[in-house]
């Protein structure tokens, strides 16, 4: 499966941007999905997750509340809409497959990952 994210850019802290990734080779309607972001000099980190049914979802504490994920299984994709960014959300934001049903936080339990997009939060 390839996936493909979109969306990113640059806002000012306090804004929104809502992120897509929309996946080709086959359905991923049984599979988790989740993001990931990655800040320079940083590891990447879990952000938001989806199980394969679209109605469970989880997020790291430092989003929750203000990151939404959802997704569209006849566009066969998944977003992330970000409210309320802050200039620590500034990151490359990956989207990914899970390897299973269910979206964890680890990402050794992704098999296929997006190339990235790029967010921009000013103070």
């Known amino acids: 499966v390839q996936l493909q994210a979109s969306g990113g850019g640059s806002v000012q802290a306090g804004g929104s941007l809502r992120l897509s990734c929309a996946a080709s080779g086959r359905t991923v309607s049984n599979n988790g999905m989740g993001w990931f972001r990655q800040a320079p000099g940083k590891e990447r980190e879990f952000v938001a997750g989806?199980?394969?049914?679209?109605?469970?979802?989880h997020y790291a504490d430092s989003v929750k509340g203000r990151f939404t994920i959802s997704r569209d299984f006849r566009k066969n994709t998944v977003s992330l809409q970000m409210d309320s960014l802050k200039p620590e959300d500034a990151a490359v934001y990956y989207c990914?497959?899970?390897?299973?049903?269910?979206?964890?936080?680890?990402?050794?339990?992704?098999?296929?990952w997006g190339q990235g997009t790029q967010v921009t939060v000013s103070s």
């Open positions: 989806i199980n394969w049914r679209g109605d469970s979802t």
């Open positions: 990914a497959v899970a390897r299973r049903p269910y979206a964890s936080a680890w990402s050794a339990d992704y098999s296929s």
